[in-house]
Structure formats: C-alpha cells, structure tokens
C-alpha cells in the first residue's frame, strides 16, 4: 500500500516513491525488524538524468512517538559492500532512543543488498570448494570476471554516485535535513555528503574514520599486524593470559609456518545448523578470520584461546571462527568492494613496498590481487575534490577504538580539524566500530538531540574498557 502523508514522520514528496509494509532482514533472515520499504528510481549516471535508471532499495523505521522530530536519522553501512538496511537490522538496538523521537531512513547503496547488488556468486563458488585453495590467478580472474559480467557499467558505482542518491533519497522522504551516522566505508560517504550538501547536514557521526583524504589498499595488512602484535603484547602483560597462552606470538608464527606448507582439512558440526561441514584451513583463510576477529572486542578477547589450540593441532574452535566470518562475508557485495577501491584508492596507491606485505601475517597476496584486479578495470565516476579533506561547520561526533585494526585512531587529527565543531571520543580496548560500546549509544542519542551538542556530557565514555581474555571455556578469570 501507499503511504500517505499523514502517516509519516517524514511525508515522501516524490510521486515515484511508495512504501509498503516489509521486514528488514539480517543473517540469512535470523534477524527481522519491521519497517516500511519501497524503491526509488535514480539515474545510473547522475550527470544524465534522462538517461538509463536504476532501482534503489529504500526503508523507513518509524518513531515510536507521534510527535516525531523533522529531521531522520539515516544510517550508512561500510564495506564496501555492505547494505545499510541489513546493517541496521543488525544494529538497531544501539538507535532504540533516536528512534523514540526520529524515524530512520535507509537506503541501499547502489551495488549493495537490493540495489542492484554487486555481488559475485562466482567468486562464492570458488572460495567454497573445501578440497583446494584457490590459485591467486583464479582468484583475480574470477573477479574481473564477476564485473565484467554485471548488469550495469561498475564505473558509476563509487562514493560519488552514492551521495548524489542519497540526496535523491533525502527529497524523496520530503525531509530538509539529515542526521548521519557512518561506519568504517559509510563515513566517506558521509564526509562526501557533508562536502557536497552542508545545508542538508544537520549533525554527521562518523564510527571509524575513513579520512576523506587517505587511501584503502596497502594500509589493510600493515595494520592488522601490528593489531595482532599489540594483542600478543597485552597478553604477554595479563598474568592470567601468559600463564595460559605462554609464547603466544611465537606459536602463532609457527602455527602459520605450518599451514603454509600443509593446509589443514577438518569437518565440524555447523554452530548454526549443526550439519557436518568440511572447511579448509589455510594461511589464507586464517588471515581473513584473524583479521575480523581483530574488529570486535569479544572476538579479540577469544583470540588467544583460538591460536592456541590451532597450535596444539586442534583446529575445531578456529574451524568455527571461520564458518562465522564466512557468513558475514557472504553478505557483503565483492564487486562493489571492487569498483569503489579501484576507482578511489588505486590511483593513490604509488609504490607499494611488497617486502613489507609479505612480512605481515596476511602476506603480499592480498594486495598482489587487489593491485592486479585494479589494473584490470577502467576508472569510475570520481569527483574532482574527492580527496580533499572536508572543510565544514556541521557538528561532528568522531568515535574510534583504541585497537582498531583497520581505522585507527591515528586517523581521526587530520581529518578532524577541518570540522570547526567535533566532539572526538575513542573508546578503549575496542576494536572496530563503537556503536554497541558502553553508553555510546546514548551519546549518540543525545549528540543529535542536543541544541549544543558540543557540550554533552561524554564522560562515561571513560569507563568503556576492554573485555578480559577468555583462559578458559568457561570465559575470562573472575
């Protein structure tokens, strides 16, 4: 059914935009939220609006309240090549007080979730097989592959064409401005969105700073090493993990040695279906299931435990980490991953050190194939000022965590000062992503809702401390 003005906090004005009653949905339907969904129909190039169209996938949360504020709350997802709509699934608990007074508008960005997604069931397919690791060859064919193959030109699915949605979006809702929260990749498109439309920006938090300015490639292996170093180093110093986990660095390195030269095959009960399931254990795999445990405090605290019994030989509890980050990454759209990186960060790249790749646990392969798949495929749409740091008045809510292997703190100065009026806050002993961190939720509840939102009060953010290491299966020391 269409929805009619009177039953929106935020009344569509666009004739093309019609809202029926759906359910948002996240790992593999397990979560459900109710909402409002429609598609809106955009341009595919912004810059010819009476050319070829693609559908956008839109949702509207409602405020519990019926005296609902003007302004929404719309939520941007990272990636890139996550869907903001499944995002928020995931998330909603930490905007339960945004959304007693504001609803909350989403889109899927083009290339993800029901946007025309970007994703490559070949690639899938290939890195599934459980009886062979998959050459780098395969690997960056298979992608160029998958692009080649999509329905659309990938060269207008980047950060630019985004924000011009977005904006589409904004009117179509018929609200005059909008609160913006942004993870990891979702804050550079939302710092985009600040440059591009100022007066449509009434506050931005940014979880995770991507500086508009800085480059996504060869960073990711550097410092998700020196993450992995840092734990081994906090380890070392917690009594309880050093007597459990004695030369855990070293054994992680061994254990790593080994894989190289014999890849380990074990078959697990599924932690969700419980049906048996063979799953390969190899350097590659073990890189990309450390690397996102290092994004989450509770992972982070697991870790040790996890690397230990690999190296005992028993590889059942790492097995069930990878099942685990299998089934986030089977949601995130590879190809979009691909044309934003290669059209935003490649150019910037320069001289990429391979020795000091392959020193770190995730070795040279990653960027090896990111390097190779983007000197494969044209540039996409970029605008001019696309990495020039974002100059703006709009108040600003920059959050980080302390041992954030992907967007470290380090990040935030630079990128900062060129908003006049922020709040910065990191969070310590967290890892990426501050949104279900302690009392964050409720800062930024009232970072939004404040007339000065300079001047909340931030200090509960004090007591936001790591989780204790698991020693055992029953979980930390008490």
């Given at each position: 059914m269409a929805i009619g003005a009177?039953?929106?906090?935020?009344?569509?004005?666009?004739a093309g935009l019609e809202l029926t009653d759906c359910s948002l949905e996240a790992i593999g339907g397990r979560i459900e939220l109710t909402a409002e969904c429609g598609t809106l129909t955009v341009p595919l190039d912004p810059a010819d609006p009476t050319g070829a169209t693609i559908d956008l996938f839109v949702a509207r949360v409602a405020a519990v309240s019926d005296e609902k504020d003007p302004d929404p709350l719309t939520v941007i997802a990272g990636g890139p090549?996550?869907?903001?709509?499944?995002?928020?699934?995931?998330?909603?608990?930490?905007?339960?007080?945004?959304?007693?007074?504001?609803?909350?508008?989403?889109?899927d960005q083009r290339g993800t979730g029901s946007s025309a997604p970007m994703t490559c069931p070949n690639m899938a397919e290939l890195e599934e097989d459980p009886d062979r690791i998959p050459t780098t060859e395969e690997s960056i064919a298979a992608a160029i592959q998958c692009l080649a193959d999509f329905e659309y030109d990938p060269a207008f699915f980047t950060t630019s064409a985004a924000v011009h949605d977005l904006d589409l979006v904004r009117?179509?809702?018929?609200?005059?401005?909008?609160?913006i929260y942004g993870i990891s990749y979702g804050t550079r498109v939302a710092q985009h969105y600040v440059r591009r439309y100022p007066e449509r920006t009434r506050r931005v938090i940014l979880d995770g700073l991507v500086p508009a300015s800085g480059t996504l490639g060869p960073d990711i292996p550097l410092l998700s090493d020196a993450a992995l170093r840092s734990l081994f180093r906090r380890c070392d110093a917690d009594d309880a993990c050093r007597s459990t986990f004695p030369d855990l660095e070293q054994r992680f390195?061994?254990?790593?040695?080994?894989?190289?030269?014999d890849p380990r095959r074990v078959t697990i009960a599924h932690p969700r279906t419980a049906e048996p399931t063979p799953?390969?254990?190899?350097?590659?795999?073990?890189?990309?299931?450390?690397?996102?445990?290092?994004?989450?405090?509770t992972s982070m605290a697991i870790l040790p435990s996890v690397i230990d019994s690999a190296w005992r030989g028993s590889y059942q509890p790492l097995a069930t980490q990878m099942i685990a980050v299998g089934d986030s990454l089977g949601e995130l759209a590879q190809g979009l991953?691909?044309?934003?990186?290669?059209?935003?960060?490649?150019p910037f790249w320069g001289s990429i050190d391979r020795d000091e790749q392959a020193r770190s646990y995730m070795g040279a392969d990653f960027m090896d194939s990111l390097d190779a798949i983007c000197r494969k495929l044209p540039l996409g749409m970029v605008d001019e000022d696309f990495k020039e740091p974002v100059q703006s008045d709009v108040p600003a809510l920059f959050l980080s965590g302390e041992f954030d292997p992907i967007t470290p703190p380090s990040y935030v100065p630079d990128a900062a000062s060129g908003f006049a009026n922020r709040l910065e806050i990191v969070g310590v002993g967290q890892g990426h992503g501050l949104l279900a961190a302690g009392c964050v939720p409720r800062l930024m509840t009232a970072f939004i809702q404040a007339d000065e939102p300079l001047e909340i009060d931030t200090s509960c953010a004090e007591r936001i401390g790591p989780f204790p290491f698991f020693v055992s299966p029953n979980g930390p020391t008490p």
């Open positions: 009177a039953a929106l906090g935020v009344a569509p004005t666009s090549g996550d869907a903001s709509t499944r995002f928020f699934a995931m998330g909603r608990n930490a905007f339960n007080e945004v959304l007693q007074t504001r609803d909350v508008i989403l889109v009117e179509a809702f018929g609200a005059e401005m909008l609160n390195d061994e254990m790593l040695d080994e894989l190289r030269l799953v390969l254990i190899s350097p590659e795999t073990l890189a990309i299931a450390v690397r996102l445990m290092l994004y989450n405090p991953n691909f044309a934003v990186l290669c059209s935003e960060d490649a």
